[in-house]
Nanobody
């Protein structure tokens, strides 16, 4: 069974930190570009960060640059998102996403984990 399971969300005060994890099962993430997306209430889902297959290249939304860091451990089949200096506007459900194009396109979403930044 193919699954992406996020964990590590919760309630944190402004300025605090959280580390999200995304554990994959049923497929090998080393063939996939992995990303974190988020969706706040009443807003569209947006890309937060992505990392290429072996971590050689990362990409971040302007709103999180310098505060968030995406990483991956292919041996553990897990992707991480370290979130520092959190702001109330970071409040959202965070989703893990994996996609590959070759040899055939396939993509998977996790179920999401809630992050709430509030005092």
């Amino acid at each position: 069974q193919v699954q992406l399971v996020e964990s590590g969300g919760g309630l944190v005060q402004p300025g605090g930190s959280l580390r999200l994890s995304c554990a994959a099962s049923g497929f090998n993430i080393s063939s996939y570009t992995m990303s974190w997306y988020r969706q706040a209430p009443g807003k569209e889902r947006e890309l937060v960060a992505s990392v290429t297959r072996f971590g050689g290249s990362t990409n971040y939304a302007d709103s999180v640059k310098g505060r968030f860091t995406i990483s991956r451990d292919n041996a553990k089949n897990t992707v991480y998102l370290q979130m520092n200096s959190l702001k109330p506007e970071d409040t959202a459900v965070y989703y893990c996403y994996g996609v590959r194009i070759w040899p055939q396109r396939s993509a998977y979403w996790g179920q999401g984990t809630q992050v709430t930044v509030s005092s």
